[in-house]
């Protein structure tokens, strides 16, 4: 159904769902990096493990399963919580992500879920729809206006995100699962607007 599409915010997901796994219920999938982070319990000890994007993602977990340290745990152990290691340089090449919602509301949540909460680092963040469709020629090659075209007549919104290449798959994953887009397309990488880094 057209603008119903409401999930709950980011915060009170991974807060419900450090409360399942304080319950004993370790088979849920953490909702931003599902089964890139295990955990398991050893006595006391809620045990942290598996392997994230980045440094900071590691401390942000590390930090929220802290928080309960004493409500229900003695510590935390995250020595087997890994960053990936990767040989791929940010700030060389960017992605254009296009991502179709029901409507403009739904695209401005998916914006401001993605933007707002720090899941994605963009340098754009555009919302079109009907009647944008001299702004999409501005933004995006012919090929891709088509697509939106199709969108804006079908009575939909895009969301117009320009990411690190390096983040653009997981990006893709956050687009089709934590906001559900009707479709989504990358463009192909273009040299970064930051001039490398």
Not at 80 to 90: A, I, M, R
Not at 91 to 98: F, S
Request: net charge negative; proline share 4%.
């Amino acid at each position: 159904m057209k603008g119903e599409l409401q999930p709950e915010s980011a915060a009170r997901r991974i807060k419900s769902w450090w409360a399942t796994v304080l319950a004993g219920q370790i088979d849920e999938p953490h909702p931003i990096y599902g089964p890139d982070l295990d955990v398991a319990f050893k006595g006391g000890v809620m045990r942290l493990s598996g392997e994230l994007d980045s440094e900071a993602d590691r401390r942000k977990v590390v930090k929220e399963a802290r928080e309960y340290v004493g409500r229900g745990i003695d510590d935390v152990d995250a020595k087997h919580l890994t960053v990936v290691k990767s040989n791929e340089k940010v700030g060389i090449l960017d992605q254009t992500l296009i991502a179709a919602f029901a409507d403009r509301d739904v695209a401005e949540f998916a914006r401001a879920h993605l933007v707002d909460n720090r899941l994605v680092k963009a340098q754009v963040a555009e919302i079109l729809d009907s009647g944008q469709e001299a702004k999409a020629r501005q933004m995006l090659p012919e090929a891709f206006v088509r697509d939106v075209q199709k969108a804006f007549k079908a009575g939909e919104a895009v969301l117009i995100l320009r990411v690190d290449e390096t983040a653009a798959f997981r990006v893709c994953e956050l687009l089709a699962l934590e906001t559900r887009s009707i479709w989504t397309v990358a463009m192909p990488p273009t040299p970064s607007m930051a001039g490398g880094r």
